[in-house]
């Protein structure tokens, strides 16, 4: 078992883009950080990248059955949670009406249904403590109306409405719960989503004031202040990091 007077966080989707991110500000700053993925070799380059306070756990959170287990190996290995960030995600776009029964499930399923029980599962070890932050990868999918990722766009909103019931249910418990809404970032699901529609990349552009996409480490600073005593009194927001994206003409 770690020492415990050192922080635990478990970040989801910690291999890559905004997640490994986050990952790198917490090690960074001494956080025992396990970072949770299906694809063990992704996640064994990350920890080469990120050292010692770098921890890997293989799931697929998706499958909602692995996540009571997962979260008690945490436990086993670390003897408490302080931080977890829900950040592993999926996107789909595809027309309204080409999208079947299965594919919605299957976004909602990652893209929500696991972060409620992630959040279960880890909420339970927190109440013994009495403390806790728990932060929530929004999208500017839930600040407006985008076309063509109809399942995407329900599970996002639907983060941000959990956050808030979440939010005034544990934090008169001590556990603080946040949302963080990014605007574009450099990521290989933008890439994806982004380089085939140089139409929708514009329209990015041209809303948000800033004039360009923002980095992963800009969510990891985000994050990082979220988590902190630094944030001690901020509990139940969706905080924009956009460039000012959500408010863009
Ligand atoms: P990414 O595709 O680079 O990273 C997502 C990570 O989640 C990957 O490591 C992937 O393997 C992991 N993951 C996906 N399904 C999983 C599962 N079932 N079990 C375990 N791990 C799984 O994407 P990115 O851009 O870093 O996205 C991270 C989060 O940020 C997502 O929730 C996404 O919706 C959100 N987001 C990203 C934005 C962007 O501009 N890149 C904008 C707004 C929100």
Redesign the pocket.
Known sequence: MGNTSQQVAIV????????LAIAEKFTKNGIDTVI????EE?LKTAKSQLGDCCHLMI????NLGSIPALIKKVIAQFGKIDILVN?????MKKDFIEVTDEEFQRVIT??LC?VFAMSREVVKEMLKKGNGSIIN????AAQYGLPRVIA?SAS?TAIDGMTRAMAVELSPKGIRINAI?????E????AKALNSDPERKQKVFARTPMGYMGK?ADIGEAALFLASDAAKYITGVVLPVDGGNSIGF
Request: hydrophobic share 25%; charged share 15%.
């Open positions: 989801t989707g910690g291999g890559s883009g905004i997640g949770v993925g299906r694809d992704k799931c697929d959170i998706s950040n592993a995600g999926i996107n990652t893209n696991s990868i929004s999208s500017m995407y996002k809404a990014p605007g574009f970032i990521t290989d699901m933008t992963p």
